[in-house]
């Protein structure tokens, strides 16, 4: 997967062959997670659970497609001919699931993911040419599936409503260039650099970028302009190079080798606090608190005005902020991960809502999770981290897993000769 947060995003049939970086933090926006459910059932599966309502609607995708829901849109990518690894994508109206319209795809390139912004459907997969692998971008219309136009790179939407394309990256040098989502315009672009380069999303698109040169020269541009806004000097002492995090409007520079963590303002880089902490992994967005994964296999959460300690746990593995509570996984499970929630300033356990399958349905929507129900199919229940419960809303019987969400439904695999098949989910 792409993304460490619960999401609407593609189901997957393999391994991403150019994986993203990890996605930035997950509060204001979707969650992604993409976690194998092999559970036995605890109390909340005993209790009684109403039945499904409605017949589903069966979708037309075969196994081994990805598929993407997009509000009203089932889009599905498959191939049409093996020996020449020719790709279409298809739209098809929900709930009905009526063809919309079908687009082929270059059999030069080989897809693995895809998106929707700014009225585009974004196809993003790589071609082998002189240079080695590209990433690349193919944007269709999404009421039309016409093709629009084509640009090298991943694709992220701003805030200003243009397009972010960056390529490039670990043995190449990055090329970042913001374009035009009508026509695939560019509206600014950079030199190409062997920077490391961060992106802060607000929820509501990317507004900052951030340059970290080997040389320990750190620049943050505002993605609207591409301007600079602040420069300044970071190369800890011995020369390692800076881990950079970007939360909220705090820059973490983390020496990698002592764990010293300098926070600055992100705009003006000036120096906020200073921690020595050990070893760390990486940071999260914990809402009123900073979070770490230290190579201790432990979560500490810092205070973000003063970089003083608030907890430290070794029995959480990630944290999701819901304003102050902390959602948060067990670590210790393998595959099978549990969810409790958490006082974010103090780390208490207020409750556990189980072990589950998590979709969150839209920005601050209905958080809902899935799970196998003992007599088959899965059980569906909907999370409310404020009351620390969950309350079991259907059963679908026929259900294997491998589900997306949208607003007052759900779509996943079936028993019915390894379809997809879409419920309305019970108020």
């Known amino acids: 997967m792409t993304d460490s947060v619960i ?15 990890r996605p930035p933090r997950a509060h204001g926006r979707p969650l992604r997670c993409a976690l194998v459910v092999l559970l036995a059932l605890v109390t909340l599966a005993a209790a009684a659970v109403p039945p499904s309502r409605r017949a589903p609607v069966t979708l037309p995708a075969r196994p081994g497609s990805d598929i993407m829901i997009d509000g009203d849109l089932f889009l599905v990518m498959e191939p049409t001919n093996t020996a020449t690894r020719q790709t279409r994508l298809a739209a098809y109206r929900l709930p009905g699931g009526e063809p919309l319209w079908q687009a082929p795809l270059s059999a030069e390139a080989r897809y693995w993911g895809m998106r929707s912004l700014a009225g585009m459907v974004l196809v993003t997969g790589f071609e082998i040419g002189p240079e080695g692998r590209e990433t690349r971008t193919v944007a269709l219309d999404r009421a039309t599936g016409a093709y629009q136009w084509q640009q090298p790179g991943v694709a992220y939407e701003l805030t200003d409503g243009n397009l972010l394309l960056r390529s490039g990256g670990e043995t190449e040098p990055s090329s970042v260039r913001a374009v035009d989502p009508c026509c695939g315009t560019v509206r600014w672009d950079l030199p190409p650099t062997i920077a490391e380069i961060s992106i802060r999303d607000t929820g509501r698109g990317v507004d900052r970028i951030v340059l970290s040169q080997a040389n320990g020269l750190v620049e943050v541009r505002d993605t609207t302009t591409g301007a600079a806004l602040a420069r300044a000097e970071m190369r800890p002492p011995g020369g390692a190079r800076l881990g950079i995090e970007l939360i909220d409007d705090l820059l973490l520079a983390i020496d990698r080798g002592s764990g010293t963590i300098n926070a600055y303002g992100l705009d003006r880089l000036e120096r906020r606090w200073t921690r020595a902490s050990g070893p760390i992994e990486f940071a999260l967005d914990c809402g009123p608190v900073v979070c770490l994964r ?6 500490q959460a810092l205070d973000p005005a003063t970089g003083d300690e608030r907890w430290r746990s070794d029995r959480w593995l990630w944290g999701w ?17 549990q969810y409790i929630v958490l006082d974010a300033l103090t780390g208490r356990q207020l409750a556990d809502l189980g072990r589950w399958e998590l979709y ?12 196998r129900h003992p007599d088959g199919g899965v059980l569906v229940g909907e999370l409310d981290i404020a009351a620390g419960e969950v309350r079991i809303v259907d059963v679908l019987p026929d259900a ?3 589900c997306q969400a949208i607003t007052g439904y759900l779509v996943c695999g079936a028993t019915a000769a390894g379809s997809y098949q879409l419920w309305e989910l019970a108020d």
């Open 294 to 299: 230290t190579g201790g296999n432990e979560l």
């Open 360 to 371: 969150q349905l839209g920005v601050g929507g209905r958080l809902v999770g899935i799970r």
């Open 400 to 402: 294997t897993g491998e």
């Open 321 to 337: 902020p819901y304003e102050s509570r902390l959602m948060a996984n067990v670590s210790g499970f393998g595959p099978m991960e």
């Open 7 to 21: 999401d609407l995003g593609e189901l997957r049939h393999g391994p991403d062959p150019d994986p993203l970086p």
